[in-house]
């Protein structure tokens, strides 16, 4: 979801991210964010400027995803990384960041 902000005089859309609550702990980071830009990629730069120690838990020393982002739903998996996170964001889009949990 976009939500506008006023700056200046001047009407520029945000998109809010919604982080998973362990995210939240860790971290020390609200439930919601908003960020600019125009891709997930320049999203993701947004929320890391805004909160640096979220890069770690975001991505491995790779460049990898380490958790699970969804557009609206539709999961934005770790592998071709660079070409998911270059994928443009519409307006009404919502981004969500989900911990992945692994274990037997």
Known sequence: MNIPIISA??????TL????????????????????GKTIGECLDDLIRQYPEIRSWLFDPNDLLRVLITINHEAILALNTKSHLSRTLK???EIRILAVYAGG
């Open 17 to 36: 991210v919604k982080i998973a609550p362990i995210l939240q702990e860790q971290v020390k980071i609200p439930d919601k964010v908003e960020v600019q």
């Open 9 to 14: 005089g001047l009407e520029k859309m945000g």
């Open 91 to 93: 307006p009404d889009d």
